[in-house]
């Protein structure tokens, strides 16, 4: 397996993790929860995943996958349309946080609705580029792809899990697993 697969996979796990708590830790608060944890959460997403992980999918995965296999353009187009909406979607998640940093009626239950929504898309999501599009990718990008793609994820630094991640990340992880209630976390 080419090392931008790996990696492509092991980010996948660390985003399915923070996503998890995310969802275990809103679902299990019986009040308002830790709304800066949400934030902390919120904040890791975009800045990872939104403007690292999925642009180098689009631009080095799928753009040699479309390039050597016609038939994967239909699921190229459907997560690239995935990836194109997860910002507006992270935007709606922000407001409805600030809903709740106010205080108003049902916006804690609107946002335990928005984790459980973000943790669904991203379980299919993730699927359907680890089953079908990075199989097809194995089977037909050449040495040269995978030098390129390689080489653009081998610079991938994940704030939060990387071991050269930032002390301000490094102390939000910990206070992610040490509130996050188990098997996510060591919090009661």
């Not at 709304?35 to 180098?56: Q, S």
């Not at 002390?167 to 996510?184: H, I, K, T």
């Amino acid at each position: 397996m080419s090392q931008a697969l790996q990696i492509i996979r092991q980010e996948h796990r660390n985003l399915f993790r923070v996503a998890s708590m995310l969802d275990a830790v809103l679902h299990d608060a019986r009040e308002t929860p830790d709304l800066a944890f949400v934030r902390h959460v919120i904040e890791y997403i975009d800045t990872f995943t939104d403007r690292y992980h999925h642009p180098k999918e689009d631009r080095y995965l799928f753009a040699a996958l479309r390039r050597r296999d016609r038939t994967a353009e239909a699921i190229i187009e459907e997560l690239e349309s995935e990836h194109a909406g997860c910002p507006g979607a992270l935007a709606r998640f922000k407001d409805t946080l600030a809903a709740c940093e106010r205080g108003e009626p049902g916006s804690a239950d609107e946002l335990r609705d928005k984790a459980a929504q973000y943790l669904k898309f991203l379980i299919k999501h993730m699927q359907k580029e680890e089953a079908i599009v990075m199989p097809m990718a194995q089977q037909v990008l050449s040495a040269e792809d995978w030098a390129e793609i390689d080489a653009a994820f081998a610079d991938n630094r994940d704030p939060l899990f990387s071991t050269d991640a930032k002390e301000d990340m490094r102390r939000l992880y910990s206070r992610l697993v040490n509130e996050a209630p188990a098997p996510y976390g060591v919090g009661g």
